[in-house]
């Protein structure tokens, strides 16, 4: 049993709100965590795709009601977006008898956006904490570049061998594409849906081409845009903005799109294992969207992640919006002999970060240049978790505009 961070996030959220939604993707450990979580107190687990528990909830209010002193489990709660306002109800009935915390834990494996436009706003009494695949903090430190290579869902990267994982992973792909996605809207065929999937694993870490995609796909730029919402959705894609800042620059406004585990780039496109990443043009692509999804994985709830690209060609690879206005540039860089463009000192000169760093494969933390730091993925992730708030600068304050990106 791998020990996940955010566990004691979610328990704190369950001692404050009486409703915490824990947010993912199939198979990255939702159920898992909420069973230890139930271990330590009365609980009851109601699995909503299961006949027998939607049975039970029947008539929810009445069943729910007769588990007061209990902390409900609610599993696959998009599928029943109904219950929201029965849960609303039975919040607000406990609240007056002095029930105000730690009622109902809903496991989902869709975006916050997707349950709020699901069902009853449960706005002011639940909290929202994602619990992706491992992360890099969550392994032992020998297995990263298993964890690139796999990806970080439990049972891909536990597996017995590469061949067992990719196995997984190209079921896993199957199930989302012939079983799940159909359940939540508008049928997509799957064939197409994993030809699109496929060509954004391709194009890991690059600008989002909706046209292109379009003609390659034969469908118009709105499909595009539905297919892709979609699995933004359901948090296996991430639509990373641009960044907004009042530099008299022509800014880059076109999102970059990554395909968020690195397991699932490399079954989509028929890399089983190291040498087969290794060898394809993706592996750069594919190292930066691992990196970059383990960074976000430990940067605050508060904070705000883009990218900066100007039409000069200034350039860095993650903004992070740190808690207190604090401003970090990140540049990502595979290989052990990290060397920076002159589009990231370009781009440093517009924004004038906080502080720099230039991620690299290796360990070792040492100066670059002058005010940037060469550093692990380790070393950054710890860094990111800790980072404590702080007064806005005032040139972040006046140059930040660009709204919450989609976690």
């Known amino acids: 049993m791998i020990p996940r961070r955010k566990t004691e996030i979610v328990?704190?959220?369950?001692?404050?709100?009486?409703?915490?939604?824990?947010?993912?993707?199939?198979?990255?450990?939702?159920?898992?965590?909420?069973?230890?979580i139930a271990a330590g107190q009365p609980s009851v687990y109601l699995d909503l795709e299961s006949p027998a528990d939607r049975e039970k909830l029947a008539d929810a209010e009445l069943y729910l009601s007769g588990h007061e002193d209990k902390l409900v489990i609610l599993d696959e709660v998009q599928r029943a977006p109904h219950l929201f306002q029965t849960l609303r109800g039975l919040i607000d009935k406990g609240r007056r008898r002095g029930r105000t915390a730690g009622r109902f834990l809903l496991l989902g494996s869709a975006s916050i956006d997707l349950l709020r436009q699901s069902g009853e706003t449960l706005a002011g009494r639940i909290a929202y904490v994602e619990l992706g695949p491992f992360n890099a903090l969550e392994i032992d430190g020998e297995a990263d570049e298993k964890l690139w290579i796999r990806g970080g869902f439990p049972d891909s990267f536990l597996?017995?061998?590469?061949?067992?994982?990719?196995?997984?992973?190209?079921?896993?792909?199957?199930?989302?594409?012939?079983?799940?996605?159909?359940?939540?809207?508008?049928?997509?065929?799957?064939?197409t849906l994993r030809r699109f999937w496929t060509m954004l694993a391709h194009l890991q870490g690059g600008m989002l081409n909706a046209a292109q995609l379009a003609r390659a796909l034969s469908v118009d730029g709105k499909t595009i845009a539905r297919y892709l919402d979609l699995l933004v959705d359901l948090l296996l894609v991430r639509r990373l903005p641009p960044f907004h800042a009042n530099v008299g620059k022509r800014l880059v406004k076109s999102p970059k799109v990554y395909v968020r585990d690195s397991g699932i780039v490399h079954a989509l496109l028929g890399l089983d294992h190291r040498d087969a990443v290794l060898g394809h043009p993706v592996a750069g692509g594919s190292w930066e969207g691992f990196v970059l999804e383990n960074l976000l994985s430990a940067a605050p709830d508060r904070g705000n992640a883009s990218f900066y690209r100007t039409a000069a060609g200034a350039e860095i690879d993650l903004l992070l919006e740190m808690p207190g206005g604090k401003l970090w540039a990140v540049e990502i860089k595979r290989g052990l002999t990290p060397t920076l463009d002159k589009g990231f000192h370009h781009a440093r000169e517009d924004l004038d970060p906080d502080r720099c760093f230039i991620v690299y494969s290796?360990?070792?933390?040492f100066p670059k240049a002058e005010g940037i730091d060469a550093i692990g993925l380790r070393e950054l992730m710890s860094l990111i978790a800790g980072a404590v708030d702080g007064p806005a600068p005032q040139r972040v304050e006046t140059a930040l505009r660009r709204g919450r990106n989609t976690r």
């Open 11 to 36: 328990l704190a959220r369950l001692s404050q709100f009486p409703a915490v939604a824990l947010l993912g993707p199939r198979q990255a450990g939702k159920t898992t965590l909420a069973e230890q």
């Open 159 to 191: 597996a017995d061998t590469d061949a067992a994982s990719a196995i997984w992973r190209e079921n896993f792909i199957r199930t989302y594409l012939e079983r799940d996605i159909p359940q939540l809207g508008p049928r997509v065929p799957a064939e």
């Open 362 to 365: 290796g360990e070792e933390r």
